[in-house]
Nanobody, 117 residues
Framework: QVQLAESGGGSVQAGGSLRLSCAAS????????MGWFRQAPGKEREQVAI????????YYADSVKGRFTISQDIAKNTVYLQMNSLKPEDTAMYYC??????????WGQGTQVTVSS
């Protein structure tokens, strides 16, 4: 069974940094992409950063450009999200996602990021 395990969340003050990790297991093939989504209470889940495996194309939400960096270790089936200059509006549950293609997406259980002002 495919599992995505996130880690690295926590509570920081505005301007601080966190690094999230997501390790995928249970699948030996290649992913179309791995990436990060987030959801704040009462808000819809939004895309934060996506990395397409074959092309290495990256997508960033406008709100995080210049502050967040996504990276991927294909051999380890792991994706990272380096988050710098964190803002209170970044507070959310962050979810790792991996897509095998054909709209078959797997989700992690989430890791909480809380940024205080």
């Amino acid at each position: 069974q495919v599992q995505l395990a996130e880690s690295g969340g926590g509570s920081v003050q505005a301007g601080g940094s966190l690094r999230l990790s997501c390790a995928a297991s249970g699948y030996t093939g290649s992913w179309m992409y791995m990436g990060w989504f987030r959801q704040a209470p009462g808000k819809e889940r939004e895309q934060v950063a996506i990395r397409y495996t074959r092309s290495a194309y990256t997508y960033y939400a406008d709100s995080v450009k210049g502050r967040f960096t996504i990276s991927q270790d294909i051999a380890k089936n792991t994706v990272y999200l380096q988050m710098n200059s964190l803002k209170p509006e970044d507070t959310a549950m962050y979810y790792c996602a991996a897509d095998r293609g054909s709209n078959l997406k797997y989700w992690g259980q989430g890791t909480q990021v809380t940024v205080s002002s």
